[in-house]
């Protein structure tokens, strides 16, 4: 996920639970040390806001990553894979801990800045030009929320033929029916764009087929 000062004017914006006012901050603790909290700081918050993003939520959000150290900046959504707003699924671990952690309860149009400590980052090892034991800060601004497909409601009901597998065709029925019944009706690149990113994050053994296993709704009491 180059050097700089902390907060550049240029943003690229990831893609969410406490009521807080604009500009307000609070910690989430994981563990009783100060070193296992994430420090939010809404930076801002649209007057009307809708679903607030919740474990199983489908996000779609930009954002950037600093190191908290020198401000020097790691990763901008912008302008990594050709700038497309990333897509992924709150609370299974497709984003690092304190992302997770972080996003809960944002909505649509809201940005934050998460102060995330290594533990709930990138660890003792460190990644790519992430240090070891390095507190990071990202700036996220959410894009979209929506029901995800990782409930197992929902399972049932992409899952079609009840083979206990899904394809594409039946998750992309699926997200077509929740953002139609949300009045927000998307073209195909658009649903063609989630599949990609669902699929490869989800289909671990890569046979074009999401198993029950592999979207861990039967090893996880809320998926």
């Known amino acids: 996920m180059q050097s700089g000062t902390m907060w550049k004017l240029v943003r690229c914006s990831v893609l969410v639970v406490l009521f807080s006012r604009l500009g307000s901050c ?12 994430v420090q939010i ?9 809708g679903r607030r993003a919740q474990r199983g ?7 950037d ?7 020097s900046q790691f990763y901008c959504s912008r302008s990594d894979k050709q700038g497309h707003p990333q897509w992924f699924v709150l609370g299974v671990g497709q984003i690092i801990k304190g992302l997770d952690i972080g996003i809960m309860e ?25 240090p070891p034991n390095a507190t990071v ?19 049932g009901r992409m899952d079609l033929d009840k083979d206990r597998s899904l394809n594409k065709a039946e998750v992309k029925e699926y997200l077509k029916l929740e953002y139609e019944k949300g009045g927000k009706p998307r ?11 669902i699929f490869r994050k989800s289909d671990h053994d890569q046979d074009g087929l999401i198993s029950a296993k592999e979207y861990n709704i039967y090893e996880r009491d809320e998926l």
């Open 187 to 197: 073209d195909e690149p658009f649903y063609e764009k989630i599949l990609a990113d």
């Open 65 to 71: 990553g600093f190191l908290a150290k020198d401000g």
């Open 137 to 155: 800060v990202f700036e996220v601004e959410v894009l979209s929320v929506s029901k995800g497909p990782r409930t197992m409601e929902a399972f």
């Open 106 to 130: 944002m909505c649509a149009g809201e940005r934050r800045k998460l102060t995330v400590p290594a533990a709930l980052a990138f660890g003792e090892a460190g990644k790519g030009p992430v």
């Open 57 to 63: 939520d489908l996000i779609n959000a930009h954002y």
């Open 41 to 49: 700081e809404v930076l801002f918050r649209p007057e009307e806001c």
């Open 26 to 37: 609070w910690s989430w603790s994981g563990a009783d040390e100060p070193r296992d909290q």
